[in-house]
């Protein structure tokens, strides 16, 4: 993977579009915020070291980086999808790819489509894709609402932290359910609400503007297996893995954040953000006790 892609420094008429573009995040009608984020070139709000992952990542085994945490969330993903050479795998809001670069290196897939509903991305993964010899991933753009694919078509679908943005999470799983062959497996890790928590005003707010997340989607894990028994899915497992993801994460954010090059390149305002939230999340209580990072597996009954 490459460095070229993370842009160094955002200069002042990147910053002020980004300042611009967050802030309508506040001022919009919630069906149109999706569309705000398709403007804006989010590169600049990454906190990895030199890939693109946009995601906590896994560190369990004490990785080194980002980097490092997002290859090994990739890789436990595939371990609980049950992932095989030889199987066709659909990864939805692929963001800019890194995730489907590394599966692709490491499993002989008869098939890999990643989609994204940002065009700027699918496209920068598609060339990323491209420059590291790895041309049968193909990159499409769209959204995970409805997914133009036949039914029955794939063994896997996953999704890593972008489930939560999907208009609603409810019809993903139904479409997933409907493009995954019998016996195929759905595979997602994402942030979701503590069981049984009733998350302040103000996260909720946070939840809907910044995080992009419907208020439809905002239910904890007990949430996830209703809605994934309602699509059909049987085998449904949800784990918390929040203490080697979210909590991990954010103690790696309260460094991260002062790093010059973090500095230079994340805009302010996402900076005090998770600022705030990285100082909140330690413990039990507050922000911390409000949060889980779960892992869900679920299949298509039938064989
Ligand atoms: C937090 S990022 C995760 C990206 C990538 N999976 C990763 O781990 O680096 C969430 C991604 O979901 C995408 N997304 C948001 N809404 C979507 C939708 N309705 N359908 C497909 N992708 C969507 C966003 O554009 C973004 O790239």
């Not at 705000?36 to 980086?65: C, I, K, T």
């Not at 496209?123 to 133009?148: H, I, K």
């Not at 330690?282 to 892992?295: F, R, T």
Request: charged share 25%.
């Amino acid at each position: 993977m490459t460095a070229t892609h993370l842009p160094a420094k955002a200069s002042i008429a990147a910053r002020t579009r980004q300042y611009i573009l967050l802030a309508s995040l506040f001022v919009i009608p919630q069906d149109r915020r999706a569309r705000v984020l398709q403007h804006m070139d989010g590169r600049y709000n990454l906190f990895g070291e030199e890939g693109l992952n946009h995601n906590m990542g896994y560190w369990a085994g004490d990785p080194d980086s980002l980097d490092e945490a997002s290859d090994a969330l990739a890789r436990l993903l595939a371990d609980v999808g049950g992932l095989r050479d030889g199987a066709r795998l659909l990864d939805v809001g692929c963001g800019f790819g890194d995730q489907d670069m590394l599966w692709a290196q490491e499993y002989d897939l008869a098939e890999l489509v990643a989609i994204d509903i940002v065009e700027f991305k699918v496209e920068l993964a598609r060339q990323r894709a491209r420059a590291a010899g790895l041309d049968r991933v193909r990159f499409d753009t769209g959204t995970g609402c409805r997914l133009r694919y036949p039914d029955s078509s794939f063994d896997h679908v996953f999704a890593i932290e972008s489930s939560f943005h999907i208009r609603t999470r409810a019809a993903f799983f139904a479409e997933a359910f409907r493009v995954l062959r019998p016996g195929g497996r759905l595979a997602l890790a994402e942030p979701a609400p503590a069981r049984g928590v009733r998350l302040s005003r103000m996260a909720v707010l946070m939840q809907q503007t910044v995080v992009a997340t419907p208020r439809e989607n905002i239910y904890d894990a007990d949430g996830y297996r209703r809605e994934l028994q309602r699509a059909g899915f049987t085998g449904i497992e949800i784990r918390s893995i929040k203490d080697q993801a979210f909590t991990p994460f954010m103690r790696y954010l309260r460094r991260r954040l002062t790093d010059p090059v973090v500095v230079g390149r994340v805009n302010p305002m996402v900076r005090a953000m998770w600022k705030g939230w990285a100082e909140r999340a330690d413990g039990q209580s507050g922000m911390a006790g409000e949060q889980d990072y779960l892992l869900v597996t679920a299949s298509r009954p039938g064989s």
